[in-house]
Every structure is written in C-alpha cells, then in structure tokens.
C-alpha cells in the first residue's frame, strides 16, 4: 500500500468517512490511502478494532465505526427489502438493533482503558 496518497472525494458518495481513490477506483478512509477493505478483513480475521487502529493511524475511531455501521444498516435494510417485510414491520425493526452499543463504540478501546476498568 502506498502511504501518502489521498482519495479524491466523489460527490455522489452516500457513505460518510468514505472517498474512492481516482487512480484505481477504491473505497478508502476519506483523505487516506487506506482502504476500506483493511478493516473488514481484519475484523474478519479476528482482530480487534484498537489493534487495527494502532496499525493504521490514518483510520480514525469515528471512521471506523462510521463505516461499520453504515454498513450494517445496508445489510440489515437489503435482507429487510429481500424478505419482503412491510414499510411498518422495517421501521420497527430500525437500522441498526442497539443503537446504544453503537454509540458505546466511540470510547477509546485502548488497552489501558481495558486495564483501568478490569482493575476496578
């Protein structure tokens, strides 16, 4: 990967904290050379979201998360569409299912705020 490049900004992007490079056409952390792809396969291949984060500094914790989410809510909103639930039954089941674990995501999840809380 090179470092330094940044990702130009496509207008019609949906996806907040995502630009799409202009060279090649990929999805990267918006104003990072970073793509998008890096934290999923990482999370895939089980590794913690502060690890990857410590790894790849240009990728903020908000992005990151920001990121997950939207993504999260595409799934959940196409298998919604793909199942054929009502309008109703959709905007009962919401976007996301906890909102509230979301917006815990945005604490630092460093290992020293592991370490302080365990010792509690």
């Known amino acids: 990967m090179t470092r330094g490049r940044c990702c130009g900004r496509v207008e019609i992007m949906s996806v907040p904290h995502v630009s799409v490079h202009p060279e090649d056409g990929q999805p990267c952390f918006e104003g990072t050379s970073t793509p998008i792809d890096v934290l999923f396969a990482n999370l895939a291949a089980g590794e913690r979201l502060d690890v990857i984060l410590d790894h790849f500094p240009t990728i903020t914790r908000a992005a990151a998360v920001a990121v997950l989410r939207e993504s999260l809510r595409r799934v959940r909103e196409e298998a919604m569409l793909d199942a054929g639930l009502s309008p109703d039954l959709r905007a009962r ?17 460093s290992r020293e705020h592991y370490r302080a809380n365990r010792d509690r």
């Open 93 to 109: 089941a919401g976007a996301v299912m906890h909102p509230g674990d979301w917006d815990a995501l945005q604490v630092d999840e």
